[in-house]
């Protein structure tokens, strides 16, 4: 049986498929194709506003001729474009797909980043990711009292953190591997389904994100060997990578168990660092006088020293 792991084509035009774009498909056409296929197998006639004439139906979801009803396209388009022809497709043909889809707005962005790589003659590779914390980033980030915080890729690399950061994230730093990464712990640490009493709901934000980031950029070779490594070792990967939904780790609470503090519910918001692509803030905060907050400053309390992780070269 194939596993599939990731899908980079332009990475490998000109040769054979390699074992970093193994997939069940054939490439980023496989990956549209797939994407297409589980987005349209989730919408019902009914939710999206059609008749229902009775029978059986063959397919769990829409039809292909339903979809391009739907968009305002040929049954003969849409087919090509499931197929993963996407060549000369306008804004406004994606825009009528991703309406007759219902995709949100990570799904669309999903969507049109496919279909650019697939466009492009020769691979876009984005500018690898510094893997080095910039001195002023590290002092905002130690400046947020109070708050934990870290900085990630989007490999889910932990770069570096605050003395906050590091106490709140303690159990995933007893990996002595570094960079920390999340989607490994997650994944592959039994301590997570502890340390995260929604586990699910961050198992299926992680693979989410790393499936977004696939698509923006599908030649990053590490982003390809984490996920092969996800795929083989862990069931509950592969199920989730499976069903190609994809997710942005922005804003919302999140709720911990933590071994010296015990329950918390924190905010979370994600941060965009413009000046280094690629990197982000995570940063967690609770509500003034609550028992999360009370917890939170606990755990400061008994962290006075912090622990910097090794810094990383590009």
Known sequence: M?????????????????????????????????????????ITPARAGLPN??????????????????????????????RGDTRGVSPDVLDGIARALRLDDVERAHLVDLV????????ARRRPT???????VQHLLDSMTGTA???????LDILSANQLGYALYSPAFLDPVRPVNLARFIFLDRRSTEFYRDWDGIAHAAAGNLRAEAGRDPCDRALSDLVGELSTRSQEFRVRWAAHDVKYYRSGVQPFHHPLVGELTLNYDVLEIPADPG????AYTAEPDSPSRQALDLLASWTSTPERAPEYDS
């Open 116 to 123: 650019r790589t697939a466009n492009a003659r020769r691979p």
């Open 279 to 282: 990197q982000t803030i995570v």
């Open 130 to 136: 510094q893997r080095r914390v910039r001195p002023s």
């Open 2 to 42: 194939l596993i599939e792991v990731l899908a980079v084509p332009p990475c490998a035009r000109s040769g054979s498929v390699t074992s970093r774009s193994v997939s069940s498909g054939d490439g980023v056409r496989g990956e549209i194709r797939q994407f297409l296929t589980t987005r349209r197998a989730r």
């Open 53 to 82: 004439y009775g029978g059986k139906r063959r397919v769990p979801g829409l039809r292909r001729e339903e979809v391009a009803l739907l968009a305002g396209i040929s049954i003969e388009y849409y087919t090509r474009l499931e």
């Open 149 to 155: 915080a870290f900085v990630r890729n989007g490999r």
